[in-house]
């Protein structure tokens, strides 16, 4: 007899797939989505992924709709991203703010 799905207010699992060893990775499956809004505007399966963080010592869910690329290879994409978000956000923490205004007129 089959397994009724893992269900939560995001989405139902529809298949596991492998988990490469050794990379922090817990889980990679397939859900679909279980709200009807959701459901209706986006009906195609999206990819769930669980991450251990060793420097934080806690778990991570990435969702994404990238089916074809490794587990691994979206970890490190989201990692970078994530690189980038912190940048950005020290950067505007520390530089001077000046409200934006238009330039000058151009001397004729």
Same mark, same amino acid.
């Given at each position: 007899?089959?397994?009724?799905?893992?269900?939560?207010?995001?989405?139902?699992?529809?298949?596991?797939?492998?988990?490469?060893?050794?990379?922090?990775?817990?889980?990679?499956? %397939?859900i679909g989505l279980?709200?009807y809004y959701f459901k209706k505007h986006?009906?195609?399966?999206?990819?769930?992924?669980?991450?251990?963080?060793?420097?934080?010592?806690?778990?991570?869910? %990435?969702?994404?709709?990238?089916?074809?690329?490794?587990?691994?290879?979206?970890?490190?994409?989201?990692?970078?991203?994530?690189?980038?978000?912190?940048?950005?956000?020290?950067?505007?923490?520390?530089?001077?703010?000046?409200?934006?205004?238009?330039?000058?007129?151009?001397?004729?």
């Amino acid at each position: 007899m089959a397994k009724p799905h893992q269900r939560s207010w995001l989405g139902t699992k529809r298949r596991e797939r492998p988990v490469p060893e050794h990379r922090g990775i817990l889980k990679d499956e %397939l859900i679909g989505l279980n709200v009807y809004y959701f459901k209706k505007h986006y009906p195609y399966p999206l990819r769930r992924i669980e991450v251990w963080d060793e420097t934080k010592e806690e778990r991570i869910v %990435l969702i994404t709709n990238h089916l074809g690329f490794a587990a691994s290879t979206i970890c490190s994409i989201y990692k970078d991203r994530w690189q980038i978000e912190v940048f950005f956000k020290t950067m505007k923490q520390n530089l001077k703010k000046r409200p934006l205004s238009p330039p000058p007129p151009m001397p004729s």
